[in-house]
């Protein structure tokens, strides 16, 4: 497994809910692998179609990151379905694993109610909010073809754009100036 690109087509489409009974891969196989992948990504979130996988899983966790309101412990999330979203939203800065060095200021409510399975298969239902509900909110985007750059207002996202070409821009000739140094 490895991590797919923002112009990979798997990105785009909804993917197929978990089978327990018959799963593309051992379900504590694909949580390890998502969370070893996440980990050495940086990321906090990630969610099986970032790795090439279309089914419903996705995987949080904060590593050396430490935010109020925030899990600080690795879960796995199958067949996630977001039952009821709160009517407070707030904007936040995002990145993307599949999208390196983007970061974009995305709208998104603070609290959420979630179900979900466990490796197990067992059922699950949490209210989430801060920082995990908007890693959750959106890791399960991704599970339905939803980037989020599609979640962005044109504004902030043509803003992000820019900054990351000045950034390579910038990285690039502080690359020219230490080979000729």
Request: proline letters at 4%; a negative charge.
């Amino acid at each position: 497994m490895r991590l797919v690109d923002q112009f990979d087509p798997i990105l785009m489409k909804k993917c197929e809910p978990f089978n327990f009974d018959e799963p593309v891969v051992d379900p504590y196989e694909l949580s390890d692998e998502l969370q070893k992948i996440r980990a050495e990504g940086g990321g906090i979130g990630l969610a099986a179609p970032q790795v090439g996988i279309n089914t419903q899983v996705l995987v949080i966790g904060m590593g050396d990151f430490k935010t109020e309101g925030v899990s600080d412990y690795n879960q796995v999330f199958f067949n996630p379905n977001i039952l009821s979203m709160g009517e407070e939203t707030m904007y936040m800065v995002e990145g993307c694993l599949s999208y390196p060095g983007l970061f974009v200021k995305v709208k998104r409510p603070k609290s959420m109610v979630m179900e979900w399975w466990t490796e197990e298969d067992t059922r699950c239902e949490e209210t989430f909010d801060g920082m995990t509900s908007r890693i959750l909110q959106h890791e399960v985007d991704h599970l339905n073809g939803i980037t989020f750059v599609k979640r962005a207002e044109r504004y902030h996202l043509e803003k992000a754009r820019k900054d990351l070409k000045l950034q390579k821009r910038l990285r690039k000739r502080q690359d020219n100036t230490t080979i000729s140094a």
